[in-house]
């Protein structure tokens, strides 16, 4: 889990301490690594800053997007493009995963949620097109991917994901949720500025104007028990991309799409033991390509049919013992 937030504004400069605050209220969510890029979109400049959680490696690394690094002439630059990200770190620890990450050019920039778990695959395609990596991250994957084959990259992504990506060779805003919306992503758009976060709280907490609730949220939470049917959340103002969309911003346009959706009249057939070892065989690299990761893989076993075949299924496959963890309530009888 990390956390990304960021603005985009039409003719007013970022508001860095608006960037910080968002921070700050995202640090949870990444306590390994904090990261800042403000982006000048008509001449092209950009800044990098860190914070008190930035740690001393990515400060003193000499990466094109290691804080302190500016491009252009940053003291003549309007900067209209700010992002943040708040990283916890699975795949890559070294400084070179820091974000926002930027290509070698330092005209894309990403800020980046989740895990692609066929990054190595893809890793190796775009290595054979020409792409060279600083990393091994995942998130250098998906701007290389960008970089290839622009927004036709999603359906080549394997994972769960939320991202933005600025691409300042066309002054393109582009962000996306993975299929099934696994990873948060919430934004406000007044038709002139864009501000997005992983939390409703980075925008409604830190915007210029009054906090006011969606009184329907409200009452479909407490009348019907319902949450998260729809675009809308329980503040004015701020929606969340839906699961399988992306939200893309160019110089003409802007437009919300769905990339990825269910197809119902799809039918798979054939004999039910044939069935049984290819639905084996999808669910074992499932579980294998989860556990990619730098770091000690551990599990939330609630003790259902799913997350212990889950279980069963990684400790198979893992080098070494796996962790599981659980938790029970003390409730009273109904």
């Not at 980075?202 to 675009?231: C, K």
């Amino acid at each position: 889990m990390c956390g990304i937030a960021g603005v985009v504004m039409r003719e007013a400069p970022v508001d860095i301490g608006r960037l910080r605050r968002m921070s700050a209220l995202l640090r949870h969510r990444g306590p390994d690594d904090e990261g800042m890029v403000v982006v000048d979109p008509d001449g092209g400049h950009t800044l990098t800053l860190g914070g008190a959680d930035t740690p001393a490696d990515v400060l003193q690394s000499p990466l094109p997007y290691a804080p302190g690094t500016s491009r252009g002439s940053p003291s003549r630059a309007r900067f209209r493009v700010g992002f943040v990200n708040r990283r916890l770190a699975i795949v890559d620890l070294s400084p070179a995963g820091h974000g926002p990450m930027s290509d070698a050019s330092g005209r894309v920039w990403i800020t980046y949620n989740g895990e692609i778990y066929n990054h190595v695959e893809l890793r190796a395609e775009l290595q054979a097109l020409g792409h060279a990596f600083l990393g091994h991250s995942d998130t250098e994957v998906i701007l290389a991917a960008w970089v290839a084959w622009g927004p036709e990259c999603l359906s080549r992504l394997n994972g769960m994901f939320a991202f933005a990506i600025w691409d300042g060779r066309n002054n393109e805003l582009f962000c996306a949720r993975d299929r099934f919306g696994v990873k948060p992503f919430y934004y406000q758009w007044d038709g002139d500025d864009f501000a997005f976060a992983s939390e409703p709280k980075a925008l409604v907490l830190t915007q210029s104007g009054a906090i006011r609730p969606r009184l329907a949220a409200v009452r479909d939470l407490l009348a019907l028990d319902w949450v998260d049917h729809d675009v809308h959340t329980f503040f004015e103002g701020v929606l969340q991309l839906p699961g399988g969309h992306y939200f893309h911003m160019t110089r003409d346009a802007v437009r919300i799409e769905r990339w990825w959706a269910l197809d119902p009249a799809r039918r798979v057939r054939g004999r039910p033991e044939e069935l049984a070892r290819e639905f084996e065989r999808l669910f074992t690299d499932a579980v294998a390509l989860r556990l990619r990761a730098d770091v000690e893989v551990g599990s939330c076993l609630s003790g259902g049919i799913d997350s212990s075949t889950v279980v069963t299924t990684a400790q198979r496959l893992a080098a070494r013992p796996l962790h599981a963890f659980t938790c029970a309530y003390r409730e009273a009888p109904a």
